[in-house]
């Protein structure tokens, strides 16, 4: 969608490989289910009016059912809204189910408000980016409602360095968005089913994991990882989940 748009790229909130493991969490909601993700390409979809999106959900894609917020806006130019999608919904026998927006009761952000006028205090992709600009990562994690997990990849690991308890890389390998520059606490990777608790320091340049035992990252990088995950806080949260 940005590159349609013509937006400048930016780095995604979840990483492209660890959407399944955020949708398989969902499966206790959904029947005991994982939902599938299909991803459709924006520029084949972008000009369709709202009737003929959800013609294209009925007709083409076989959607039984669709579940949207409050202020879900849809169609080109965003012609639509949620009651013109509960009446298309209707006409094509689809059932839709229209949901109240999730506030952010613990922490809303003035500041916030103000740079985005679609902001109105509730939990959302932007107010997650918000948090981890400001480096709060309790914050994310009451958003998200998860610790926030950053990839990085591991496949040109010559560019990594290990010594002893410290395990750096540049942030050229991250794949997604991390927090701000500084020093996070009460984190942990997972390498081989094995949770190492480690703290993260993130430069300008690098992110580099110190563990609390001497050389606990020492066999990082003489083993076939393709990627390695950084949880950040260690909370045992539940609610709203944001992919």
Same mark, same amino acid.
């Given at each position: 969608?940005?590159?349609?748009?013509?937006?400048?790229?930016?780095?995604?909130?979840?990483?492209?490989?660890?959407?399944?493991?955020? +949708?398989?969490?969902?499966? @206790?909601?959904?029947?005991?289910?994982?939902?599938?993700?299909?991803?459709? #390409?924006?520029?084949?979809?972008?000009? $369709?009016? @709202?009737?003929?999106?959800?013609?294209?959900? &009925?007709? *083409?894609?076989?959607?039984?059912?669709?579940?949207?917020?409050?202020?879900?806006?849809?169609?080109?130019?965003?012609?639509?809204?949620?009651? #013109?999608?509960?009446?298309?919904? *209707?006409?094509?026998? !689809?059932?839709?189910?229209?949901? /109240?927006?999730?506030?952010?009761? /613990?922490?809303?952000?003035?500041?916030?408000?103000?740079?985005?006028?679609?902001? =109105?205090?509730?939990?959302? &992709?932007? =107010?997650? %980016?918000?948090?981890?600009?400001?480096?709060?990562?309790?914050?994310?994690?009451? +958003?998200?409602? =998860?610790?926030? %997990?950053?990839?990085?990849?591991?496949?040109?690991?010559? =560019?990594?360095?290990?010594?002893? /308890?410290?395990?750096?890389?540049?942030?050229?390998? !991250?794949?997604? !968005?991390?927090?701000? *520059?500084? +020093?996070?606490?009460?984190?942990?990777?997972?390498?081989?089913?094995?949770?190492?608790?480690?703290?993260?320091?993130?430069?300008?340049?690098?992110?580099?994991?110190?563990?609390?035992?001497?050389? &606990?990252?020492?066999?990082?990088?003489?083993? #076939?990882?393709?990627? +390695?995950?950084?949880?950040?806080?260690? @909370?045992? $949260?539940?609610?709203?989940?944001?992919?």
């Amino acid at each position: 969608m940005a590159e349609v748009l013509g937006w400048e790229p930016r780095a995604p909130i979840v990483a492209e490989c660890d959407r399944k493991r955020i +949708l398989s969490s969902w499966a @206790p909601y959904c029947g005991s289910i994982m939902p599938r993700e299909l991803q459709i #390409d924006f520029s084949k979809v972008r000009y $369709l009016t @709202p009737c003929q999106f959800v013609e294209k959900l &009925s007709k *083409e894609l076989g959607v039984r059912g669709v579940v949207a917020g409050e202020n879900y806006r849809f169609g080109y130019r965003a012609a639509g809204d949620a009651s #013109d999608l509960v009446k298309l919904c *209707e006409e094509y026998g !689809l059932e839709a189910y229209i949901i /109240n927006s999730v506030m952010d009761t /613990n922490q809303i952000s003035g500041d916030l408000n103000s740079k985005d006028g679609k902001e =109105r205090g509730q939990v959302s &992709s932007t =107010r997650v %980016r918000y948090a981890l600009h400001k480096g709060d990562m309790k914050y994310v994690s009451e +958003l998200l409602g =998860r610790n926030h %997990r950053l990839i990085l990849m591991m496949e040109d690991q010559e =560019r990594f360095t290990s010594e002893r /308890n410290r395990l750096s890389a540049p942030k050229s390998c !991250l794949l997604n !968005l991390a927090p701000k *520059e500084g +020093l996070y606490e009460n984190c942990s990777v997972l390498i081989d089913k094995n949770v190492i608790p480690c703290r993260v320091i993130v430069d300008t340049t690098y992110i580099h994991l110190e563990s609390y035992e001497v050389a &606990s990252f020492s066999c990082v990088t003489s083993q #076939d990882l393709k990627i +390695l995950g950084i949880d950040f806080g260690s @909370p045992e $949260l539940e609610g709203v989940q944001i992919l």
